[in-house]
């Protein structure tokens, strides 16, 4: 407890100075709780995403860095591997495969490049897997980019 | 009172303290207090029966809710285990299942009566309401507190989404006393409000200390209890409720005051060395960082040094690479101070894997039990070949 407060302290801080090296993610932390972060990240360039940015809620244990934070999309997001209901994400590093040596900062650049490289073997949103296990990468790559104006967007305007 | 003749182990001090002559000629039919031995024995017995429901209920909330929400509900699981278990028990106006096992029976008040049942219910939120409640609140204290001491020093970028918060709370000051005329009230209220937000931003680096206070009070009562036999915990002692033996009278219980007086020895060690460094606020900074002082002092200034960098010996940092060269544009990456990559703070007894990596000691051992295998590397590791670098100036 006291330990997960103390390393999520340190992040939060680590946070803060490297705002502006990196851009493409905001990581902010609630102001009444610790345990509960958001993150804004841009959608990579030359992916359907680009142009989008997408909410991500982080819920973080306790037991942190032992166990993974919690993470899923607030934002709609037509991907094979997000939960395309429920925002849930199908990352390793966030399952079985996490190591305490990764941070808030670097699971958002992973989520990043998970956009960027989406793995259809494993999907959580089936007809966006079937669509590009079946080949069909343009039928993809407009739905996504549909949903990316309909939900990742619209704030902007 | 009476039963502290009969019971021939009742300390002198009970007599002392509640002296009723009225109750004179009721004396035989008083129960024996209870002695120590059998209120620890019902105590731990009661803690175990109370995780088993604590237990129970979680695996009910599993199944109904899903890990995630057991997970993110396990304090209050835990506080509606202990709820249920003693309202079952104590709130019935029965014994609890600790009680029965050692025959003793809980008694209020000067005549000794069974508790009535407002006091138990006091008993029962002292227990289990009031230390959730208490822990809830200090949280959300330190990392209101965390934020707010961020978004003070924090500049240039941080300001849009932190700026909110902190003018939100500070606003109450300057709109309180704007609000009103310029009375002395205001101005207290004013003066009361940016109190509060000292304590708020102090709160995190006060919480260690205060925990340590908080430990020093249980203390205490076990030494109280060691001398006098009354209350083992807290909570009991504040609502006022006794146990008495009811079972057959047998052989001499052992007393344990002997180990009251080693507790008293050391908490008079502890208050005197308190007295003596008497520097509060070297101690607040001090706790917040238990390893070389002038070091985190400075660290913690300047934002620390995040990350593999810190584990100079890492050919392969393939997920850190992008990390460090953002890190070394900044004030002296590798400032002699070596971070470790699991609690991002200087190395506490270094401790290298077999594959080479470096970490301290608790983080590596922690993570090892979760997983044997190297957070950076994903070698595999065993505890046995993890290797405590002592004599070495990492
Ligand atoms: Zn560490
Ligand atoms: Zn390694």
């Known amino acids: 407890m006291q330990a997960s407060r103390a390393r999520l302290f340190k992040e939060y801080k680590e946070v803060q100075r490297e705002k502006a090296v990196d851009p493409d993610i905001q990581l902010v932390c609630d102001e009444s709780n610790i345990f509960k972060w958001t993150a804004l990240v841009k959608g990579p360039s030359e992916t359907p995403y680009e142009g989008g940015v997408f909410q991500l809620a982080f819920s973080v244990p306790e037991q942190y860095p032992l166990q993974p934070p919690q993470v899923r999309f607030l934002t709609k997001i037509f991907h094979p591997n997000v939960h395309f209901k429920t925002g849930e994400i199908c990352l390793d590093i966030l399952k079985n495969a996490w190591s305490p040596a990764w941070t808030l900062q670097s699971v958002c650049r992973a989520i990043i490049a998970l956009m960027a490289h989406p793995e259809p073997d494993s999907p959580l949103n089936c007809d966006s897997g079937n669509l590009l296990r079946s080949g069909d990468v343009r039928g993809y790559q407009s739905m996504a980019r549909m949903y990316t104006r309909l939900a990742a967007m619209s704030k902007k305007g | ?394």
């Not at chain 2, 330190?142 to 934020?147: L, T």
């Not at chain 2, 060395?273 to 008497?278: K, S």
């Open chain 2, 1 to 394: 009172m009476g039963w502290g003749h009969l019971g021939r182990h009742g300390s002198d001090s009970d007599d002392g303290t509640e002296a009723g002559p009225s109750t004179a000629a009721t004396e035989p039919r008083r129960f024996p207090l209870a002695a120590q031995p059998e209120m620890m024995r019902a105590a731990e017995k009661d803690d175990q029966y109370a995780s088993f429901v604590y237990e129970a209920c979680r695996d009910a909330f599993r199944h109904l809710f899903g890990t995630r929400v057991a997970v993110a509900y396990q304090n209050e699981t835990k506080l509606l285990g202990q709820m249920l278990y003693y309202v079952l028990t104590t709130g019935s106006g029965q014994q609890t299942l600790g009680e029965e096992y050692c025959d003793i029976t809980q008694v209020a008040g000067t005549y000794g009566l069974p508790p009535t049942p407002a006091r138990r219910a006091l008993f029962i939120v002292y227990q289990t309401a009031i230390p959730y409640i208490a822990e809830r609140i200090s949280s959300r204290i330190a990392s209101r507190g965390i934020v707010l001491a961020d978004s003070e020093s924090a500049e240039g970028f941080g300001e849009n989404v932190h700026r909110s918060h902190g003018s939100q709370i500070t606003g109450t000051g300057p709109l309180s006393s704007s609000g009103q005329s310029v009375t002395t009230l205001s101005r207290l209220k004013g003066r009361l409000s940016a109190f509060w937000l000292h304590f708020v931003q102090r709160w995190p680096t006060m919480l260690p200390f205060v925990r340590e206070l908080l430990q020093l009070a249980i203390r205490a009562n076990l030494m109280l209890f060691y001398f006098e036999g009354l209350y083992y915990h807290i909570s009991k002692r504040a609502a006022g409720i006794r146990y008495v033996f009811i079972g057959k009278a047998s052989n001499q219980r052992p007393r344990y005051q002997i180990l009251g007086v080693f507790l008293l020895i050391q908490l008079c060690i502890i208050a005197a060395e308190g007295l003596r460094r008497r520097n509060f606020t070297s101690i607040a900074g001090s706790v917040h960082q238990a390893s070389f002082a002038s070091h985190d002092r400075s660290a913690e200034h300047y934002l620390p040094v995040l990350n593999e960098e810190g584990t100079l010996a890492t050919p392969d940092v393939d997920k850190g690479s992008w990390v460090s060269d953002s890190s070394s544009s900044e004030h002296h990456a590798a400032s002699g101070v070596s971070k470790c990559t699991l609690c991002l703070s200087d190395r506490q007894y270094p401790t290298a894997t077999s594959c080479g990596h470096v970490f301290c000691w608790n983080c590596i051992t922690e993570w090892c039990n979760e997983k044997p295998e190297c957070p950076l590397c994903r070698t595999p590791i065993t505890h046995s070949s993890l290797v405590c670098v002592y004599h070495s100036d990492f």
